[in-house]
């Protein structure tokens, strides 16, 4: 297949005009002319972009990772590779330890069924911090257990890519000792200052779930872990840019701060992502969906309803960010952070032809995984 006239989203972070072309599922060149191809895709005045990639959310479509069974998941992925993510690292919730077995055990299982590629899991929770539990129930807390983990990550046949952890609760700094080689570490629902989430970092833990939320704010005299992330440029920090989590005017500041290397959109999506407003659930706990916001019936933000594509609008078009930049936080960033960049992430030849061509208004004209476009 060859697609034709558009302008292709590169490794350099800028788009150039020119052809693509698709063998067996993987790009074989990005930015000639090839001769020969059987289906030819006029993509003139389009945006060929990666496949977006989410490793922070929770489900969609009525389906949540933690409802631990094959139709949820197949539920997820269509979804998902309906609006142009095609890479998906869904999280789980602070839920039982013998339920929370069960969901590894069943996305571990699980094969491919056409929609968005399930490469990893986010494990949030349940080794954070009671103060900052958000959304999570507080009955399912633990401390760090890493021979737990150990047994969560067989059950899951190695997917989980990424385990969120409080650094000042016991035990913590001792299980990014032992697990920092084997799995991203990621702070999370923490109260820690600035210099215990630094000694963290310094420790192995190399990531931030959803910057700004549940954690300390960044305070002039108190710069808590938001701080400590912003002065280890190891430490890659994620951002849910719904609309509702954070304030335009922060998202710029930072950027600015961090660098857009670093920066990693995520949606942290729910189960109501893609339906009407009304009544859910997350990990257990009832949740009320008005518009983007969603909350516990305390008033508590309880993920959101946004999916990772209208997230990428957002920072474009509302926020102000280039397209190049937008598209690199939702792509590339997201891919290198759980190990996967060698497979998708980028338009580059040998890689998945997992992409999106969308219109100059950002709308998605079409979505192709493995080289084939994807309907419902």
């Known amino acids: 297949m060859r697609i034709r006239n558009a302008?292709?989203?590169?490794?350099?972070?800028?788009f150039v005009r020119g052809d693509a072309a698709v063998e067996n599922g993987r790009f074989v060149s990005c930015t000639g002319d090839p001769a020969g191809e059987e289906a030819v895709v006029d993509a003139k005045g389009m945006y060929l972009i990666p496949?977006?990639?989410?490793?922070?959310?929770?489900?969609?479509?009525?389906?949540?990772?933690?409802?631990g069974t094959k139709e949820a998941l197949d539920v997820i992925t269509s979804y998902e590779a309906s609006v142009g993510v095609t890479s998906v690292c869904p999280a789980t919730m602070t839920i039982p330890k013998d339920e929370l077995l069960e969901v590894m055990k069943n996305a571990g299982s699980y094969e491919y069924s056409g929609g968005s590629h399930l490469v990893g899991?986010?494990?949030?929770?349940?080794?954070?911090?009671?103060?900052?539990?958000?959304?999570?129930?507080a009955e399912n807390i633990m401390h760090c257990d890493y021979e737990y983990f150990s047994q969560l990550q067989k059950a899951a046949n190695g997917l989980i890519k990424l385990v969120d952890i409080a650094p000042e609760e016991p035990g913590a700094m001792e299980f990014i000792d032992r697990a920092k080689g084997e799995v991203v570490i990621s702070l999370a629902h923490t109260a820690s200052g600035y210099d215990t989430a630094r000694e963290a970092i310094e420790r192995g833990a190399s990531h931030a779930t959803h910057l700004y939320n549940a954690m300390p704010p960044l305070n002039h005299r108190e710069p808590g872990v938001i701080g400590a992330v912003r002065d280890s440029e190891k430490c890659h920090p994620e951002l849910i840019c719904d609309g509702v989590h954070i304030h335009p005017s922060v998202i710029r500041a930072t950027f600015a701060m961090f660098g857009a290397d670093r920066m990693i959109l995520i949606s942290d999506s729910m189960r109501a992502t893609g339906l009407e407003d009304g009544e859910y659930t997350l990990g257990g706990q009832p949740v009320t969906v008005r518009g983007n916001?969603?909350?516990?019936?305390?008033?508590?933000?309880?993920?959101?309803?946004?999916?990772?594509?209208?997230?990428?609008?957002?920072?474009?078009?509302?926020?102000?960010?280039?397209?190049?930049?937008?598209?690199m936080c939702a792509t590339e960033n997201p891919a290198k952070e759980i190990g996967i960049f060698n497979e998708v992430g980028s338009i580059s030849v040998?890689?998945?032809a997992d992409f999106v061509l969308l219109d100059q208004e950002l709308n998605i004209a079409a979505v192709y995984i493995d080289g084939k476009e994807f309907t419902c």
């Open 7 to 14: 302008n292709i989203y590169t490794e350099e972070h800028r």
């Open 51 to 67: 496949g977006l990639v989410d490793i922070h959310f929770h489900g969609c479509k009525g389906a949540d990772m933690c409802d």
């Open 121 to 137: 899991i986010n494990m949030e929770g349940p080794f954070i911090s009671p103060a900052k539990k958000g959304a999570q129930a």
């Open 293 to 327: 916001l969603a909350t516990l019936h305390d008033g508590t933000i309880a993920g959101s309803a946004t999916n990772l594509m209208d997230c990428m609008r957002f920072v474009v078009k509302t926020v102000g960010l280039p397209l190049e930049t937008a598209v």
């Open 350 to 352: 040998g890689k998945r």
